[in-house]
């Protein structure tokens, strides 16, 4: 995780030997918002910035501000590049101090009582939370100290929910396969240290959660979006579906669905809006053009007599749309993996 350009750490300020009386009347005039003391970033900065920047604002003034910070859960996860659905509800911090443990409400403050001061206060803000977690060994990603990679794993797959356990878990996967670390169509919790991280876990509910993310994660999914799509088909009662199939007809190759369900003949893609409007993901083509090699694609497919059904953020965010869509396309509500 790199901290956006704008966060003004008044520390620094001092040591590079200048005053903060400057910072200290923009704060008073309202231009500023105060993320924690000493921290700020421009009013105009905040209200622009997306959840992700503003998550990484906060961060990055708790762990400069907070001796021996060592972040943990999704926040670690974060700091240390792994996929997580969005941005976590609050920042994290393991701490050995069981008097320590609990929530610290946001100190994020804005002075003034024009409608750009309120639109502030009704913004995301972070609180922080100290979670109790003896024994870590901290692995330094940039300038955060985080829990290690398969610390952050089980604590995650034991303590989210099933659709932010299983993003996280898929990534995981995919650097582990890409570490050699696991071997290609081996789930994770074949890891003999995710399967012993799994065990010392404190209550048998969490082992069950644990161990059934771990069981269902794969390295094949392609994005967050079909992490989370796995996630949902998983909510709405449907069987896990057969991931990355590779179709052909008579003209030879058409592609690699992100899902197939080979039972009920049904082929699932999610549609995130990057593949047509980054053009890195489009690989040099036109957005007009990706749309229509897709359509051509979906038709090919189509004609080898299978069901195709299409979705994206909005189905997700809204299940019963991609039930109505599923259902569309043929699929009907089976056996769970």
Avoid at 236 to 263: A, C, H, M, N
Avoid at 273 to 288: E, P
């Amino acid at each position: 995780m790199e901290t956006p350009p704008g966060l003004i750490d008044t520390a620094a300020v001092l040591r590079s030997g200048a005053t903060t009386d400057r910072i200290h009347r923009a704060f008073k005039a309202g231009q500023l918002v105060r993320i924690r003391r000493g921290f700020y970033v421009a009013t105009g900065d905040w209200l622009r910035a997306v959840p992700s920047q503003r998550f990484a604002w906060t961060t990055t003034a708790v762990a400069r501000s907070v001796k021996g910070a060592v972040l943990c859960g999704e926040t670690a996860a974060l700091a240390s590049g792994l996929p997580t659905l969005g941005t976590p509800p609050c920042v994290e911090l393991a701490t050995a101090l069981p008097g320590r443990s609990g929530v610290r409400k946001s100190p994020l403050l804005v002075l003034g009582a024009d409608e750009t001061a309120r639109e502030v206060r009704r913004t995301r803000s972070y609180p922080l939370r100290y979670r109790l977690i003896t024994g870590l060994e901290p692995v330094r990603h940039g300038e955060f100290l985080c829990s290690g990679l398969i610390e952050t794993t089980v604590d995650v797959l034991a303590s989210a929910g099933l659709d932010r356990a299983l993003v996280l878990a898929d990534g995981v996967a995919r650097k582990l396969l890409a570490d050699r670390t696991l071997e290609p169509g081996a789930p994770l919790f074949s890891l003999p240290a995710v399967a012993s991280g799994i065990a010392a876990l404190p209550s048998a509910a969490a082992q069950r959660r644990a161990e059934r993310v771990a069981r269902l994660a794969s390295p094949l999914p392609e994005s967050v979006g079909e992490s989370y799509s796995r996630a949902v088909f998983d909510f709405l009662g449907f069987e896990q579906p057969l991931l990355q199939k590779v179709f052909t007809d008579s003209e030879g190759f058409i592609g690699r669905s992100d899902f197939w369900w080979p039972r009920q003949g049904v082929v699932g893609e999610f549609d995130g809006k990057g593949k047509y409007v980054q053009a890195a993901l489009r690989g040099g083509i036109t957005a007009d053009e990706a749309v229509y090699r897709e359509k051509l694609r979906e038709d090919r497919i189509r004609a080898l007599g299978h069901g195709f059904g299409r979705w994206g953020w909005t189905d997700l965010q809204h299940p019963e749309r991609l039930r109505a869509k599923l259902l569309a396309a043929g699929l009907r509500p089976g056996t769970r993996c």
